[in-house]
């Protein structure tokens, strides 16, 4: 494990892009309610450690393992820094995931859950939806071929913003705490290379997501006037 904590101890700039905020924002008289709580993280402790074990709890089927290798690999080339490594290093890396198909409608990751994994989506859509304390529901977005869900919490240990629904059938490449211990372990350098792929990733998401919260934010009317939201 010491290579582990060194290596992670060395990524403190990553690993500072994605902390929560200590505190929620005050919101403004004219913020709308929809703003000022929509990332606002619980007073009370909701957390529940639920770690990629659960799979039968998903009704989650196994995937072929090559083609679910095959297609990571195809995905992570398209990093620069990731295709320099070479593909036999890819293929080492795809090695440490596990690859399963769920059906739709199936809910896989749960928000204000603390898991111990992220999804790949290799094939599919999926929702991802965070609900508000009056118990409505918002689409923050959906994930396509390619796109990450829950790497916060393997990046920060914390809980999940968010819920992720599958809207149609998927086949998922799942990346679990243990399997990336092991990996920190073995191949550091790849290890590190992974850690960063998987960090420019949530960077985007983050910011795709700002971007449609804004779109939303000013179609929101205002509470007073019908006017919109500036």
Request: charged residues 25%; aromatic residues 4%; contains cysteine.
């Amino acid at each position: 494990m010491r290579a582990r904590f060194s290596l992670l101890s060395a990524l403190p700039d990553l690993l500072a892009l994605f902390q929560r905020p200590k505190a929620a924002p005050r919101p403004r008289p004219d913020d709308s309610r929809f703003f000022a709580t929509q990332f606002v993280d619980r007073h009370e402790d909701t957390r529940l450690y639920v770690p990629w074990s659960r799979a039968p709890e998903l009704h989650a089927r196994p995937h072929d393992r090559q083609r679910g290798i095959d297609a990571v690999v195809r995905l992570m080339a398209l990093d620069r820094g990731l295709a320099r490594l070479g593909e036999p290093a890819l293929r080492l890396a795809a090695g440490h995931m596990d690859f399963v198909e769920a059906d739709a409608g199936q809910r896989l990751l749960r928000q204000d859950e603390q898991g111990d994994f992220l999804l790949i989506v290799l094939q599919g859509t999926v929702a991802d939806e965070r609900a508000q304390p009056s118990g409505a529901r918002v689409r923050l977005g959906e994930a396509r071929a390619g796109e990450l869900l829950g790497e916060l919490s393997v990046l920060d240990g914390g809980t999940r913003l968010s819920a992720c629904t599958a809207l149609t059938p998927v086949t998922l490449a799942v990346l679990a705490q243990p399997a990336l211990d092991k990996l920190l372990e073995d191949e550091p350098r790849l290890a590190a290379a992974l850690i960063g792929w998987i960090g420019k990733r949530l960077s985007q998401r983050l910011r795709q997501t700002s971007a449609r919260l804004s779109v939303l934010l000013t179609r929101l009317p205002a509470e007073a006037g019908g006017r919109a939201v500036p």
